[in-house]
């Protein structure tokens, strides 16, 4: 994913954590049983056992946070194994914490205290069973395929070497299609060796899930959203079926293009399209294509790269700039700290992690972004993005540790792109930086680029937990990795393998949230939650133009309608969080399809001689 990453809370941090480390200390290991304690356990008990666990974690979690900030912005051989350690301390801690959560499971409590145990028990990514020597296996296992990917490049016969980096810097921008073909093959025999590590940890987290009273760990993983894990499945299936028929459009108008550009025998006009041509090493965001694709006179006639440089914005002119926009909403400054302890800049004299984050280091109010900011209009919208992380940390930071997350894992996302989603021209005007908005005529090109961006990606955000979930399920058996991977990429974004898979190949494990146990349905939430957030605040704010158009920029009405629902945390079931801006408790992928309804129109029109589907 090129979303940035976040520092948000510590339930992040545990789901964050690996298992890597968890097996130095294998007294922490041992399960808790109520043979220690022969009486039976009481709802007093529950509520001073989560009194005790908030205030063990947050002494943890400053400590976490404070060593990884550190080690992100001083990266030494020193910060890294403190950084280490302390992540260790932390992983262990969850771990016995979860297990000990499942003995209040019997019991009938109120609401706060259930709610606080589930979030202690689904907490873990990867439940380790209650064994001491499989927890150290399981441990081994996460340590070993995270090292594959990490250290992974692929390597030509010549002995020159090349990094993922280097290979998809070189796929966004080639339109060789062999070279392209070269690369797409290098990357995936990376992952060919994490297969039998990865059949063995299905089978190890499986048992730890079923411990704790789940089916497998895929049902571990929905549970996390607040009604049944088959029902969640299902709800991802309904809001697909909405985006779909503007995918296919998009689908069959890049097709086209492709076909034209690298001609029909190597794009056939009836299948699936090549896995490598997309501009992207898993073919899940399009927008490097763009040039192919590109609509004739779609040119809004501005570069905000450009016009940031002609006005003399610097980078902390463009923080300052972005968090005016929050400013400008009703939400308070922000701290003075924020401006002091933040980076910005890439320093001239260290290695530092460049990838934009936004942090809540003590969960009161010490905010931060890191971010090596470039002086682009990419950055600036970036830069609005992770402030709306912050702004969010700060809302819920009187919730309990408990609840300070958002209302699920998609809506963190969401707040930070449906912000940057009102950096659009009549805002720009508004702040000064451009004189005259283009016209409609040239919303197309806007439109087409974003597209590429985020409806592209929105099946891909899918089927990877689909595949997982069938895997942990044993819908999938180990000897059908491959084959059921590329049927599910085949089946929803219409993309095929370019050359002959089979199972002797990994390829899930090219991707890095699989080896890196990540759950993904996260993005696809946010991608469908940004145009439903964007469209209900905009009606708030009294819009009168098309969604797309739409900046919520000085609108207070829209500010506290988005405050109140970022105060909430995780207190409440997402549902209500999103029934309080959007008015409903589900979500509706119709905000996405009004807002690229011009773009849409513009695809009927160009496909209509074309034949479409695959």
């Known amino acids: ?142 340590a070993e395929l995270g090292g594959i990917y990490g250290k992974g490049k692929y ?191 890439k320093p001239a004299d260290r290695d530092v992690q460049c990838h934009a984050s936004a942090w809540n280091i003590d969960s009161k109010d010490d905010l931060r972004i890191k971010m090596c900011i470039q002086r682009t209009g990419e950055e600036f919208s970036v830069i609005h993005h992770e402030l709306g992380h912050n702004f969010y940390q700060r809302a819920y930071n009187t919730q309990p540790l408990y609840y300070q997350e958002s209302a699920n894992d998609g809506f963190h996302e969401a707040i930070g792109d449906t912000i940057a989603l009102s950096v659009t021209p009549s805002y720009l005007k508004e702040i000064g930086l451009l004189e005259q908005e283009p016209d409609e005529s040239k919303d197309i090109g806007l439109l087409m680029k974003m597209a590429l961006d985020k409806v592209a990606f929105i099946p891909f955000g899918l089927l990877v937990d689909q595949w997982r979930w069938q895997v942990f399920s044993g819908e999938v058996a180990p000897e059908n990795y491959n084959k059921a991977w590329w049927e599910l990429r085949e089946k929803y974004q219409g993309v095929q393998a370019p050359i002959a898979r089979s199972e002797t190949d990994f390829d899930p494990g090219a991707k890095y949230h699989v080896p890196g146990n990540t759950p993904y349905t996260r993005y696809f939430l946010a991608h469908i939650l940004q145009f439903d957030f964007h469209r209900s605040l905009c009606e708030i704010a009294g819009n009168k133009e098309a969604i797309h158009r739409c900046s919520v920029y000085n609108s207070q009405a829209a500010g506290e309608k988005l405050n109140a629902m970022l105060e909430m945390g995780s207190s409440r079931p997402w549902q209500e969080a999103l029934a309080s801006i959007t008015g409903k408790p589900e979500m509706d992928a119709t905000a996405l399809l009004d807002y690229f309804a011009p773009l849409q129109k513009y695809l009927d029109e160009q496909n209509k001689s074309r034949q479409c589907g695959w």
Request: negative net charge.
């Open 1 to 142: 994913m090129t979303t940035p990453h976040f520092k948000l809370s510590l339930s992040a941090i545990m789901v964050a954590s690996t298992l890597a480390l968890s097996g130095c200390n294998q007294e922490a290991k041992k399960p808790v049983t109520q043979a220690a304690s022969p009486a039976p356990v009481t709802a007093k008990d529950a509520h001073a056992f989560l009194d005790t666990t908030e205030q063990e974690l947050s002494t943890l979690y400053l400590e976490s946070s404070r060593a990884e900030w550190i080690y992100a912005n001083f990266i030494t051989h020193d910060t890294s194994a403190l950084s280490a350690e302390v992540n260790r301390k932390m992983t262990e801690a969850v771990v016995r914490l979860a297990n000990e959560a499942a003995q209040f499971d019997s019991l009938k409590l109120d609401y706060d205290a259930r709610r606080k145990l589930d979030k202690l028990k689904l907490a873990l990514t990867l439940p380790a069973p209650q064994d001491t020597e499989k927890t150290a296996k399981l441990s081994q296992l996460v």
């Open 155 to 345: 390597c030509k016969d010549d002995g020159s070497c090349l990094s993922l980096g280097d290979m998809t810097a070189t796929m966004a921008t080639s339109r060789d299609y062999n070279e392209l073909l070269d690369l797409w093959q290098g990357w995936r025999q990376v992952s060919k060796p994490m297969r039998p590590l990865y059949e063995q940890q299905v089978v190890l987290t499986n048992e730890g899930a079923k411990e704790l009273g789940y089916a497998d760990t895929g049902a571990m993983w929905r549970s996390k959203y607040d009604m049944p894990a088959d029902d969640f499945a299902k709800e991802l299936d309904r809001i697909w079926g909405q985006v779909k028929p503007l995918y296919d459009s998009l689908h069959c108008h890049v097709r086209a293009k492709l076909g034209e550009k690298y001609g029909e025998d190597k794009v056939p006009q009836d299948q699936p399209i090549p896995a490598h041509l997309l501009g992207n090493m898993w073919a899940q965001s399009w927008g490097n294509i763009y040039d192919v694709v590109a609509p004739e006179n779609a040119d809004p006639g501005y570069d905000v790269t450009a016009l940031l440089a002609e006005h003399n914005y610097d980078e902390l002119k463009m923080v300052q700039g972005a968090e005016k926009f929050f400013t400008s909403m009703g939400f308070a400054p922000l701290p003075k700290t924020f401006y002091e302890r933040s980076l910005f800049t």
